[in-house]
């Protein structure tokens, strides 16, 4: 197998990437360590042995199935495990990446774990193989594909099927489902234009009901839960504050104390791919990531709701894009979008399910940023009407379950969009005065 030489860094860009590298491993393990403020290592070890032999469909919420400390842990657990996949991939800490590792450390704190997520990226991997292409080009597919890491842990635990049968059967439709992501993925990047920036989870929604239609008509059915931890509304606030607070400063410092950089990232659409590391910086990305953070988190407290494990989930995969595609300014109107059709059809808004579809819905920030704030919450509102009642078609098995309803929704809205956006262009260009030089050159021509 010949693989493609990356190039060589240069002393500032390996010093770069040792800084990128040593962030987010401290992070992880600041997430290992404040785990042990809230439960005993007894506790987090059996806790964590829970999480890995236990279905994790939409929505199983580790902090409620166990404790606090052994979500946190396996949070850690799974960052670690993403840096070193990158690692053994030999990519370079890009934007793409930063979203993909902290979408893992999000989704870690309801229905992903080492067990289940593995297979998937074996098999995203496997795909680079036997296609002969760098394994790099299969990174992305590895990090976002965990998605369907439920589908897995559903197989081998929770339909009943004898062991080791189960795991066998569940590992096999990880590795399976983990080499048909990177084709497919490449494909419907072009359905939905790149104006649903979890253009994976929309791969992994299509691959899941495909899983989930087998399964119903062989007998055997799924059903999405609701498990959900509440109470810990101060000192997650306490943490998350403190950390996109410490993330804000190293990043004006990075900057140089500076906030140059971030305006050219605020006026960017943020459409797929939009790498924020080379239009503004690292500095500039990290202040955009804790802007987006404090922003993420306010909106959940003012709402009144509870910050649990998949709002957590919600919070970190949002800073994460916001290395990728999000920004304050694209994102607002997503969230306010969600919330007025939240109020107009009678939901809930501090419940988890609306909450979290405002978090995740941030998926189709970039329409905002390209079609103007008024496409920003329309698409907003039909994110959460299709979000509502999308889950069925997968069982719960994908966990980005906003992701296929963003793409759905960026399918249907970016055609119109651009018809009326054609339209004006047109009526701009017939209400401009005619040019009497053009004039003449149509009589000559006549």
Request: hydrophobic share 50%; glycine share 12%; with cysteine.
């Amino acid at each position: 197998m010949i693989q493609e030489r990356q190039p060589t860094m240069s002393g500032a860009e390996e010093l770069s990437e040792r800084l990128k590298y040593g962030l987010l491993a401290g992070f992880a393990l600041l997430m290992g360590g404040v785990a042990f403020l809230f439960n005993s290592p007894r506790e987090i070890y059996e806790g964590n042995l829970t999480i890995l032999a236990s279905p994790a469909n939409l929505l199983t919420d580790y902090m409620a199935l166990t404790n606090v400390g052994s979500a946190l842990f396996n949070v850690s657990l799974m960052t670690l495990q993403a840096i070193w996949i990158v690692r053994m991939a030999d990519a370079k800490i890009n934007g793409p990446v930063i979203a993909g590792i902290l979408t893992i450390a999000g989704f870690a704190f309801f229905g992903k774990n080492l067990f289940n997520s593995m297979p998937i990226s074996i098999g995203a991997f496997t795909y680079a193989r036997v296609t002969k292409v760098p394994i790099h080009k299969s990174l992305l597919a590895a990090l976002f594909g965990t998605a369907l890491a439920p589908l897995v842990s559903e197989l081998s635990f929770n339909l009943g099927i004898g062991q080791p049968y189960g795991v066998f059967l569940g590992l096999g439709a990880g590795f399976v489902s983990g080499f048909l992501i990177p084709p497919l993925a490449h494909h419907f990047v072009t359905f939905t234009r790149g104006f649903s920036l979890y253009n994976v989870g929309f791969t992994c929604g299509i691959i899941g009901t495909v899983f989930i239609s087998l399964m119903r008509n062989f007998g055997f059915e799924i059903e999405t839960v609701n498990i959900l931890a509440s109470g810990y509304n101060g000192p997650f606030s306490v943490l998350l504050y403190s950390l996109f607070s410490c993330i804000f400063l190293i990043g004006l410092q990075i900057n140089g104390w500076s906030f140059h950089g971030l305006k050219r990232i605020m006026r960017h659409s943020g459409q797929l791919s939009t790498d924020y590391l080379e239009l503004g910086g690292l500095g500039a990305t990290l202040i955009n990531m804790a802007l987006l953070g404090f922003l993420a988190t306010t909106y959940i407290l003012l709402m009144g709701g509870e910050i649990n494990g998949p709002v957590l989930g919600g919070i970190f995969t949002v800073i994460g894009f916001g290395a990728f595609g999000k920004n304050v300014k694209n994102v607002l109107p997503i969230l306010i979008g969600v919330t007025l059709m939240g109020r107009l059809n009678y939901q809930d808004n501090q419940s988890t399910i609306v909450l979290i579809s405002a978090l995740f819905g941030t998926t189709l920030a970039p329409l905002a940023g390209r079609y103007g704030n008024i496409a920003g919450i329309i698409a907003g509102a039909m994110h959460l009407t299709l979000v509502m009642n999308i889950g069925y078609l997968h069982g719960g098995v994908n966990l980005y379950n906003n992701g296929f309803s963003g793409g759905l929704v960026a399918s249907i809205l970016v055609p119109i969009l651009e018809a009326f956006q054609l339209h004006r262009t047109n009526q701009r260009a017939l209400r401009r005065p005619v040019d009497p030089a053009d004039e003449v050159e149509v009589d000559r021509t006549n």
